[in-house]
């Protein structure tokens, strides 16, 4: 649940780090420690005070101020307007998954906004899954080889593999691959 600031404010985050936020400010679930979280959602007149509750429409409205009034970050001469229209205040997990699950050009951009401002490592050092192979030594192996090792990864890196597998060589085996589902042991049937 997110949460709007009242006043000037200096809130321990989920990483134990104190940080000073201003009026204004929407604070998401990670920016503030549980113990606070839970004050306020049980009515403590001192942090009722001091934060207000936010529906994620709410908050989504003051994010997307928040980054108009940041506007275009300027990298290498250039301005570089934000990805998402809700970018500042987002959790820099919450950056990435929505760079994975963006195409290439969207995380690219991404990126580039991010080197012009915070510079936060894990957004900036994010490669996307069609940028890196899968699994080492995917480039040099045969389909029957790729398709095997995908049988016995976890759905996450055979999501990534297919990404990766479309922005190259989209071969359809690899593309529209399915784990074939292990046969029920006997007596299992209900």
């Known amino acids: 649940m997110p949460?709007?600031?009242?006043d000037v404010v200096t809130?321990?985050?989920?990483n134990g780090e104190s940080v000073t936020h201003q009026p204004g400010t929407v604070l998401s679930d990670w920016e503030l420690e549980p113990y606070a979280r839970q004050k306020i959602l049980e009515g403590s007149e001192w942090y009722r005070a001091r934060y207000e509750p936010l529906t994620d429409r709410e908050a989504h409205g003051y994010?997307?101020?928040?980054?108009?009034?940041?506007?275009?970050?300027?990298?290498?001469?250039?301005?570089?307007?934000p990805p998402w229209d809700d970018y500042v205040g987002l959790h820099p997990t919450e950056i990435v998954a929505r760079m994975?699950?963006?195409?290439?050009?969207?995380?690219?951009?991404?990126?580039r906004y991010e080197l012009g401002g915070m510079r936060r490592d894990i957004i900036v050092g994010f490669v996307h899954p069609a940028e890196?192979?899968?699994f080492f030594g995917y480039d040099n192996m045969d389909l029957r080889g790729i398709l095997e090792k995908l049988e016995i990864l976890p759905a996450e890196q055979v999501a990534e593999a297919?990404?990766?597998?479309?922005?190259h060589q989209n071969r359809p085996a690899i593309v529209e691959f399915e784990p074939e589902?292990?046969?029920?042991?006997?007596?299992?049937?209900?």
């Not at 949460?3 to 009242?6: A, E, G, I, M, Y």
């Not at 994975?100 to 990126?111: L, M, N, P, T, Y």
């Not at 589902?181 to 209900?190: D, S």
């Open 3 to 6: 949460f709007l600031t009242k």
């Open 11 to 14: 809130a321990r985050n989920v």
């Open 63 to 81: 994010r997307v101020k928040a980054t108009q009034a940041e506007g275009p970050h300027i990298v290498d001469g250039a301005a570089v307007p």
């Open 100 to 111: 994975r699950q963006s195409d290439v050009a969207v995380a690219r951009e991404a990126r």
């Open 132 to 134: 890196r192979e899968p």
């Open 162 to 167: 297919k990404i990766y597998e479309q922005a």
């Open 181 to 190: 589902t292990a046969p029920e042991p006997a007596g299992a049937a209900a």
